[in-house]
């Protein structure tokens, strides 16, 4: 009996803990900076009941803060809301940008720490394919996480999308210096069963330096297509 979906299940499950537990500690930020903020203004009613004047350049400045930091924690739970959703179906039809985008903003956090800064630079418009949406995002946080833990000094990952066919094309280029770290996540049996759940491949050029994962643009239709592969 395969084993393929105990597997699968056991990366996206820690994948999920890993974003959670990071969007945990961004909120947590967030009510840290919203609870000083509440204490300062709190120190400001004590003086004015004191006879003291209030500064209200200064309460302008701690509201505008703390309107700022609950627009942020808005973002951060829409943000683990679409995350979430995307869990819900085993096959969808999603869009890769939007994909690769929530990743990137899901891994942002981490990437912060480590000094390193995600881009994504997209076509401009939507690249809609069917695909295991959950499953991709586990395997591009798999990928972001590895490069920025092991790849040191990297500073700036480029993210490129696009086209080849009826493929779609995720690159990363400027990664020369990363092929050590890089062999040894694609030699992982994880990165090879989330690939092969995806009906994707993965190359790396040495010489070029760059990453190119292709994903087709239906997952069903080229499985279709391939007899003996399986569903």
């Known amino acids: ?5 105990d597997v699968i299940g056991q990366e996206e499950i820690r994948y999920f803990g890993k974003v959670t537990a990071s969007i945990s500690h961004e909120l947590k930020n967030v009510l840290a900076i919203l609870n000083e903020h509440a204490g300062l203004l709190q120190d400001f009613v004590a003086m004015a009941a004191q ?5 209200v350049e200064r309460i302008r400045q701690l509201s505008d803060g703390m ?4 627009g942020r924690g808005d973002t951060i739970v829409r943000n683990m809301n679409r995350f979430a959703h995307t869990a819900d179906h085993e096959r969808a039809t999603a869009d890769l940008v939007g994909l690769v985008e929530l990743s990137v903003q899901m891994f942002g956090r981490t990437a912060a720490a480590r000094g390193v800064t995600v881009q994504v630079q997209t076509p401009g418009q939507p690249m809609m394919i069917a695909t295991h949406p959950f499953v991709l995002e586990t395997l591009i946080g798999k990928l972001l996480d590895h490069l920025a833990g092991k790849a040191f ?14 493929e779609a094309q995720i690159s990363v280029p400027g990664l020369a210096t990363c092929a050590g770290p890089l062999a040894e996540l ?16 993965i190359e790396f050029s040495v010489a070029g330096g760059a990453l190119v994962m292709t994903l087709p643009g239906n997952i069903d239709a080229g499985r279709a297509n391939a007899p003996g592969k399986p569903a």
Do not use: Y
């Open 1 to 5: 009996m395969s084993t393929e979906p």
């Open 51 to 55: 006879g003291r004047p209030l500064d």
């Open 67 to 70: 309107l700022k930091q609950i």
């Open 153 to 166: 000094g990297i500073g700036t990952v480029s993210i490129g999308l696009g086209w080849r066919g009826p």
């Open 186 to 201: 694609l030699a992982s049996d994880e990165v090879k069963l989330l690939l092969a759940v995806l009906d994707a491949t």
